[in-house]
């Protein structure tokens, strides 16, 4: 890669893009077609200067070449040329060391947001955002998600909300019987008890 790249973006026919050489990243073809029709095609595949090919974007153009094949209409951000070839906008500017170095960022790229999770207050934005007019559509959630999200109030509890909470402490103990007594003392008193080893 080189050491200061320099970006920009540029409008390219939508069948001049080609796809990495290998791509094992699966898509959502409905749920990406769905999204672009809410937030138009916001955000920009990136293509390997040392390759010409894809290096990220692959689901989006994908998904843009089924809807031109059927002659379906570009989503917002898509320009349209005199001939009817669809321009995509496209960064620019990045290149690869070579294509294992292409490969593992292509990984990086698709793994590192799938493995960061989400925060606590997803259920919430969920629920804000299903008083929307277009609810959850095009967020790749469903209300399906949020149900399994939201907490599930007890009958016998007056006060649902803190009987879902779960508070742990983690006890280090210098040995096997060290561990057994605390169990035992700690079980005595009522509390529920699991042993880890670490």
């Known amino acids: 890669m080189t050491a ?52 990220a974007g692959h689901g989006r153009i994908k998904t843009l070449l089924d809807k031109h094949w059927i002659g379906g209409d570009p989503p917002a951000g898509i320009r349209v040329r005199e001939d009817g070839e669809w321009l995509v906008p496209v960064q620019r500017g990045w290149a690869s060391e070579n294509d294992a170095e292409a490969e593992a960022y292509g990984l990086a790229d698709n793994r590192l947001t799938e493995v960061g999770g989400w925060d606590d207050t997803l259920a919430e934005m969920l629920e804000s955002m299903t008083e929307t007019p277009k609810g959850l559509d095009g967020t790749g959630f469903t209300y399906d998600d949020l149900e399994r999200l939201l907490p599930k109030p007890s009958d016998d509890d007056t006060s649902p909300q803190l009987n879902e909470m779960l508070f742990q402490v983690v006890v280090e103990c210098t040995d096997e019987l060290d561990q057994r007594e605390v169990i035992e003392q700690l079980e005595k008193e009522g509390r529920t008890v699991r042993a880890l080893s670490m």
């Not at 970006?7 to 390219?12: E, K, N, R």
């Not at 920009?44 to 390759?51: F, G, N």
């Open 4 to 55: 200061d790249p320099e970006f920009s973006i540029a409008y390219m026919p939508l069948h001049e893009l080609r796809p990495a050489k290998r791509n094992v990243k699966g898509h959502d073809q409905a749920g990406i077609d769905q999204s672009m029709q809410r937030f138009g095609f916001a955000s920009t595949p990136m293509i390997d200067e040392r390759t010409g090919l894809l290096e």
